[in-house]
């Protein structure tokens, strides 16, 4: 059974320790490929989401929501009775420095736990459940290295290809030049397959994406994790470390996306930012002020809309935008 997970925040290795087939429903291949009408306010993202979870379940498959926007929530509770079974609501607590909120994870890991096992999932031996965890934590720490190793479309695609099927393939050779385009971040939510065009636009408009800062590009392989050595073992010490790896604007205070930003875009020397975020974001839509006077860089804000309905408008506003920091 595959077990489709509508958020890189819920952990996918543990799917994959219960013997079922984790994929990132935001990476399906099916996933942006159309846009469907929609009522004023609801986002792009998340209807699409929507859609794609009643497909899915209807072919006897598993789909797992994330309490961390509340259009997803209001998704999970659209998918229909009939399919109730196969369709989890993972909840993710808004804060993290407490220990509430540890706890509040913990419960939830359990509870997910459940609904596996419930799906017919068991969990596999602890030496095989500690081979499958660190196996994941080194693919993610090798997507990670390759920031500047590979042209930006490249970087997001093979991370992409890691949340829908766990592998971290990279083509030995690499056209990237660490060295070329003004340095840019592209900050915000998910960026799926069909808008990868948004970071085409940047480097023919002579940027360089040094930083991809979307939901489903290098801040979606989480935190470099403090754990040492093997990261399996009891429930709680697996809870902690999933959960220590988060990074999200919905986190409250969200000043560890902010650290995560700030240590890459001085690192990089990043110039400017893209804002990016879906129409019905208003979480994101709402961190231009916040970023633009935490960094004093100069931010372009893109929306899903503009990426789809006027895409020679959307590359005018960026080429003016690498313009400006020319």
């Known amino acids: 059974m595959e077990v489709y997970l509508a958020s890189p925040w819920i952990p996918r290795e543990l799917v994959e320790v219960h013997g079922l087939v984790p994929r990132g429903l935001f990476c399906a291949p099916a996933f942006g490929t159309a846009t469907p009408r929609m009522a004023e306010g609801v986002c792009s993202f998340a209807q699409q989401s929507l859609e794609l979870a009643r497909t899915h379940c209807g072919q006897d498959n598993a789909v797992v929501f994330g309490s961390s926007c509340d259009q997803m929530r209001r998704g999970f509770d659209l998918v229909g009775e009939p399919q109730k079974t196969n369709v989890f609501l993972f909840n993710l607590p808004a804060t993290w420095q407490s220990d509430a909120a540890q706890h509040l994870f913990r419960a939830e890991f359990e509870r997910f736990t459940r609904f596996l096992?419930?799906?017919?999932?068991?969990?596999?031996?602890?030496?095989?459940?500690?081979?499958?965890i660190d196996g994941a934590r080194d693919a993610r720490a090798k997507l990670r290295s390759l920031w500047n190793k590979l042209r930006a479309r490249g970087f997001a695609e093979c991370i992409a290809r890691f949340h829908w099927d766990g592998r971290a393939i990279v083509e030995p050779a690499s056209d990237a030049n660490a060295d070329a385009g003004v340095p840019v971040a592209v900050v915000g939510g998910p960026l799926t397959q069909a808008q990868l065009v948004i970071l085409d636009a940047i480097e023919s408009a002579g940027g360089r994406v040094a930083l991809n800062a979307t939901e489903t590009g290098e801040r979606s392989l989480g935190l470099e994790t403090p754990f040492p050595g093997r990261a399996a073992g009891s429930t709680g010490g697996l809870a902690r470390f999933f959960f220590s790896r988060i990074i999200d604007v919905w986190q409250r205070p969200n000043t560890r996306l902010y650290a995560w930003l700030r240590e890459r875009i001085e690192e990089r020397n990043v110039r400017g930012i893209v804002l990016w975020h879906h129409v019905g974001c208003d979480l994101w839509r709402a961190e231009a002020a916040s970023l633009r006077e935490a960094f004093g860089l100069p931010i372009l804000t893109l929306d899903s809309e503009q990426a789809h309905s006027d895409r020679p408008r959307l590359a005018h506003r960026i080429a003016a935008f690498m313009e400006i920091l020319k």
């Open 117 to 132: 096992e419930r799906l017919g999932g068991r969990r596999q031996a602890d030496e095989s459940a500690a081979t499958i």
